[in-house]
């Protein structure tokens, strides 16, 4: 996923559909919710907890790009290239975990 290039489909959408974006408090409640919502996904089809029939339906890739969504329209509005901070954050974990996860145990 191009990471930057997502971030202007979602600001043109924005602008074009969505009239503004809604303030960073407001997306980082709608944030908490869409993540609520995942976890409710996994919970009840991986996890212990029995599945309802009306979660049956639900889309967990729907209900990522929905997190995915919010984190590109609060990364729009904080003025953050999130392109590369990604990239960034990516060269620190290569660089970090390199060795620790290849030889964590619980891992084999």
Known sequence: MDI????LIVDTWIKE???RYFNEL????Q?????GEVA???ARRYGEQSEKESDKGKDLGEEL???VFVVLCLANQTGI???ASFDKKMDIKTKRDHD?????????
């Not at 620790?100 to 084999?108: A, E």
């Open 31 to 35: 944030l908490t919710e869409e993540v």
């Open 100 to 108: 620790r996860h290849q030889n964590n145990k619980k891992l084999k």
């Open 40 to 42: 409710r996904i996994i």
């Open 4 to 7: 930057k290039n997502s971030q």
């Open 81 to 83: 290239d999130l392109q």
């Open 17 to 19: 559909h969505g009239v």
């Open 26 to 29: 407001t997306n980082m409640a």
């Open 65 to 67: 790009a929905d997190v």
